[in-house]
């Protein structure tokens, strides 16, 4: 199929499973923020990468909802400029999958996950204390792509403190076998780390 956009536009629906089904496996960002009275909220967004070293800088894209309604990520970052970002790991991935959730905005995702909160250093906004992997961030920027359903927000947030356990750095490498990190697929699949090749970059 070769298909020209602009001749023969794809709906919505059809782009989300095309380009998610495509663009894989992606890392899941599972992302805490607060809003201006302290509700904290905690969702997973596998739109996500680094973006930048020096400074350092992650980037993730929640999408509007099919009544192209922002997500409460993105209402709490216009309050409290400030979130926590997780890696998705395999032994949190029941908990990760609850938090997918759509919940009353106000009620806290930690409480429906079962998950017990933890101070961050340099932000207000808490980490999951069982999570092995934790950036506190603060709000950069959020590039705005449309007011339709599905349209994404592209938030750059710079990471201010991390939070690792010991058993996964060694001040050089972390220890994949330990950290267990997981990646989306399409629809509900995800993807393990149990397969690994290594190939050496040319000089």
Same mark, same amino acid.
């Given at each position: 199929?070769?298909? +020209? &956009?602009?001749? =023969?536009?794809?709906?919505?629906? #059809? !782009?989300?499973? %095309?380009?998610?089904?495509?663009? *894989?496996?992606?890392?899941?960002?599972?992302?805490?923020?607060?809003?201006?009275?302290?509700?904290?909220?905690?969702?997973?967004?596998?739109?996500?990468?680094?973006?930048?070293?020096?400074?350092?800088?992650?980037?993730?894209?929640? +999408? &509007?909802?099919? =009544?192209?309604?922002?997500?409460? #990520? !993105?209402?709490? %970052?216009?309050?409290?400029?400030? *979130?926590?970002?997780?890696?998705?790991?395999?032994?949190?991935?029941?908990?990760?999958?609850?938090?997918?959730?759509?919940?009353?905005?106000?009620?806290?995702?930690?409480?429906?996950?079962?998950?017990?909160?933890?101070?961050?250093?340099?932000?207000?906004?808490?980490?999951?204390?069982?999570?092995?992997?934790?950036?506190?961030?603060?709000?950069?920027?959020?590039?705005?792509?449309?007011?339709?359903?599905?349209?994404?927000?592209?938030?750059?947030?710079?990471?201010?403190?991390?939070?690792?356990?010991?058993?996964?750095?060694?001040?050089?490498?972390?220890?994949?076998?330990?950290?267990?990190?997981?990646?989306?697929?399409?629809?509900?699949?995800?993807?393990?780390?149990?397969?690994?090749?290594?190939?050496?970059?040319?000089?």
């Amino acid at each position: 199929m070769d298909t +020209l &956009l602009e001749q =023969s536009p794809l709906s919505a629906g #059809t !782009l989300y499973r %095309l380009l998610s089904g495509s663009v *894989c496996p992606r890392p899941i960002a599972w992302v805490a923020t607060q809003d201006k009275h302290g509700n904290a909220n905690l969702a997973p967004f596998s739109f996500f990468n680094v973006a930048s070293i020096d400074p350092p800088i992650l980037a993730f894209s929640p +999408l &509007l909802d099919g =009544s192209a309604q922002p997500k409460d #990520t !993105l209402r709490n %970052l216009a309050e409290v400029d400030e *979130c926590v970002v997780h890696i998705g790991t395999e032994g949190l991935v029941d908990a990760l999958n609850t938090t997918s959730a759509s919940l009353p905005r106000g009620e806290d995702e930690f409480t429906l996950a079962g998950l017990e909160k933890a101070a961050m250093p340099g932000v207000r906004v808490p980490r999951i204390a069982a999570a092995p992997v934790a950036f506190g961030c603060k709000l950069v920027d959020v590039v705005r792509f449309g007011d339709r359903p599905l349209a994404g927000s592209l938030v750059l947030a710079q990471v201010v403190a991390i939070h690792i356990d010991d058993a996964l750095w060694d001040g050089r490498h972390v220890d994949m076998e330990a950290l267990q990190p997981i990646g989306r697929l399409a629809g509900s699949d995800y993807v393990r780390i149990t397969d690994r090749f290594a190939i050496e970059r040319p000089s």
